[in-house]
């Protein structure tokens, strides 16, 4: 017995030495650029060592149970299912069964387009690709404002791992009928395009009931939106730089109108002219926006979800939002089970360098967080620990030109924020920053913003222009901007959180902007943009009942600079300019307590900041204390 156990042994080594280097073939788990029906074809003949063209089933279960503990049960799955089909009635594999098998599965899948009909009657343009074999599979849809024939190689690659894939183009856009206005039919309203379309999916003999959710920007708002309505079906979503609340989080971010952004995107993609009109008709938060409020559904979501985000992204605070909402107010299902990924990016995931500055460890999302393992999990019941990884993955920044700098690191977390000391840091009227309370009797800052000479944007957390982290000296002489310095750190300062500055102003009109951005200064005297914020003062009190400023009279404003993480290096120093414009990122503020408008009137505002005691300006800074050692 000894002696005919030995050859299967060493026949046994040989055939799972074999799946340990092919299984990578797998097409229902490996990349479209990894399978290969005649790598499989090689796979039988060097895993039948005695040459006799069949594989028994004591060496499939042996050769199958190396694949699970290697590479997962959703290669197990595929593999066995392989076997399976190529073995038929029988309990071995032969050689001709298994290479007709390889030879049906190496056939390119199948894509058909139909016009599904939603609640309304209207058709919208739906690409459905399948993958080979009987099914059925799991789903991963997408929505889109761009085309969907743009996604053909994402979806082919989906296929390639056992997902049937569906893309569609949005009511109004390409191929879809409906009215041509953004993502108000994405969402819990009259009409729930993405709702109709998965209850379509999920009655298709193709579907085996799971669907899954992808896409970045438009395409991950479209999912924010989808999970608020909670439809059946829908099991887990992978969503990138998408926003939270469409009022705050980018048409009127701090209320004033970002400009550049909104009049860009909904131009260029040719939008219906009624959306930038509708939009420029609602200055204040109300019921159209609330409408495409994720954040008003929270209590209503129910599935778990990787957002990925930018520190230097147009919707950096929105992704932080949508993930802290879900994992903490989200209903069953949703809460608890929520992934955050912040690296230090613009509106381009893994994309270098971002504005002037190149991030090392940067060029994509951390392994464990990406949609592979993730999708793998919820719909194929791979145990493969995605539940255990923490819970946050956020990149911390740091010092680009010194060698052996802090920071310019992936950090984990079990939650959001991170715990930090919040300090404040005041301006002083000398235009410095301190921590100590200014003194009392300090006599006021004072600048002029004239419309007609407005501060320019530069970099920031834009799309449609430059963005990213970039030097700010060009903006900081001029004279309606206040520059405030800190002194040369002695030592790293560690500012992982959301940075807020409080201000204490006076105008002379009824309304005016604070324009607030912090940068990290290089020795070198490079002023790098690190975070900044916005806020019209008309809706300092609240988003939806705008109140006039008096003139002259001093109120506290708080400007929201959004999350960051960085390491200021010793040797650097921080910086704050306030002023009262960032063109063309945001409109301008005519001064009359009224939207722009290009014929209307406009004013010069004399604007005083006050840096005393009783009026304390200050930045209020989440300061991570390092554990000494």
């Known amino acids: 017995m000894g002696l005919l156990y030995e050859p299967l042994k060493n026949k046994m080594k040989r055939i799972l030495a074999t799946f340990a280097v092919c299984v990578g073939l797998s097409a229902c788990h ?39 503990k290697r590479h997962g049960q959703a290669w197990k799955t595929e593999v066995q299912r392989l076997f399976a089909e190529a073995a038929g009635a029988e309990t071995f594999v032969a050689l001709d069964s298994w290479n007709s098998v390889v030879e049906r599965q190496s056939q390119p899948q199948s894509k058909t ?17 399948l993958p080979s074999g009987s099914g059925p599979f799991p789903v991963i849809f997408s929505r889109t404002p761009y085309h969907r024939t743009k996604y053909n190689e994402s979806a082919e690659g989906f296929t390639k791992e056992c997902y049937a894939c569906v893309v569609q183009d949005m009511r109004g856009r390409f191929d879809s009928e409906g009215e041509n206005l953004p993502f108000l039919a994405c969402g819990w309203g009259e009409h729930q395009d993405g709702v109709d379309t998965i209850e ?29 309505a909670a439809p059946i079906g829908l099991k887990a979503q992978y969503v990138s730089v998408a926003y939270t609340n469409m009022y705050k989080d980018i048409s009127y971010t701090g209320n004033g109108f970002r400009k550049m952004d909104v009049e860009n995107w909904l131009t260029t993609n040719k939008f219906d002219p009624k959306a930038l009109a509708m939009t420029l008709a609602h ?18 979501m129910n599935v778990p979800a990787i957002h990925v985000g930018g520190w230097f992204d147009m919707f950096a605070q929105g992704t932080i939002d949508q993930f802290v909402g879900r994992q903490h107010r989200g209903a069953e299902g949703a809460r608890g089970k929520q992934k955050l990924v912040m690296g230090p990016w613009t509106h ?111 970099g920031g957390n834009n799309l449609a ?67 900044e914020g916005m806020q019209r003062l008309r809706y300092r009190y609240s988003s939806e009942n705008p109140q006039p400023l008096i003139p002259g009279n001093i109120e506290e404003v708080t400007v929201d600079c959004w999350s960051t993480s960085i390491i200021f290096n010793q040797g650097h120093r921080v910086r704050v300019m306030v002023t009262s414009s960032n063109y063309p990122r945001f409109d301008l503020n005519p001064g009359t307590a009224e939207p722009w408008t290009d014929t209307g009137a406009r004013l010069k505002q004399t604007n005083r900041i006050y840096c005393d005691e009783e009026h304390p300006s200050r930045i209020m800074v989440p300061v991570i204390e390092t554990k000494r050692k």
């Open 30 to 68: 490996a990349s479209a650029k990894d399978f290969s029906g005649e790598k499989l074809k090689r796979l039988f003949a060097e895993a039948d060592g005695d040459h006799n063209g069949q594989l028994t089933s004591e060496e499939q279960t042996a050769a199958l149970e190396q694949v699970k």
């Open 465 to 531: 222009i430059t963005r990213g982290p970039m030097d700010q000296r060009k903006v900081e002489q001029r004279a309606d901007s206040l520059v405030f310095t800190g002194e040369v750190l002695d030592k790293p300062v560690e500012v992982t959180g959301r940075l807020l500055a409080k201000v204490f102003i006076s105008s002379d009109a009824k309304d005016t902007d604070l324009s607030v951005r912090i940068c990290d200064v290089y020795p070198d005297g490079r002023s790098i943009l690190i975070a």
């Open 348 to 458: 381009s995931i893994g994309k270098m360098p971002a504005g002037e500055l190149t991030f090392p460890n940067a060029d994509k999302v951390p392994k464990n967080y990406q949609h592979g393992r993730w999708f793998a999990h919820y719909a194929k019941n791979e145990d493969n620990g995605v539940e255990r990884e923490p819970a946050v993955a956020y990149y911390v920044m740091g010092d680009l030109a010194s060698a052996g700098a802090p920071g310019n690191e992936w950090r984990y977390a079990s939650d959001w924020p991170i715990p930090a000391k919040e300090i404040p840091v005041f301006f002083t009227a000398e235009r410095g920053l301190s921590m100590l309370r200014p003194l009392t009797g300090r006599r006021p800052l004072e600048y002029t913003f004239d419309p007609a000479d407005p501060c320019p944007t530069i």
């Open 283 to 300: 200055p204040s938060y109300d019921e159209v926006w609330k409408q495409v409020d994720t954040s008003t559904r929270f209590e209503h």
């Open 113 to 129: 387009t139909q016009r599904l009909v939603m609640r309304d009657g209207v058709k919208l343009a739906t690409d459905i690709y």
């Open 200 to 228: 379509w999916m999920r009655k298709q003999p193709w579907c085996d009931g799971t669907v899954l959710t992808i896409g970045g920007s438009a395409g991950g708002i479209t999912q924010n939106l989808l999970a608020g």
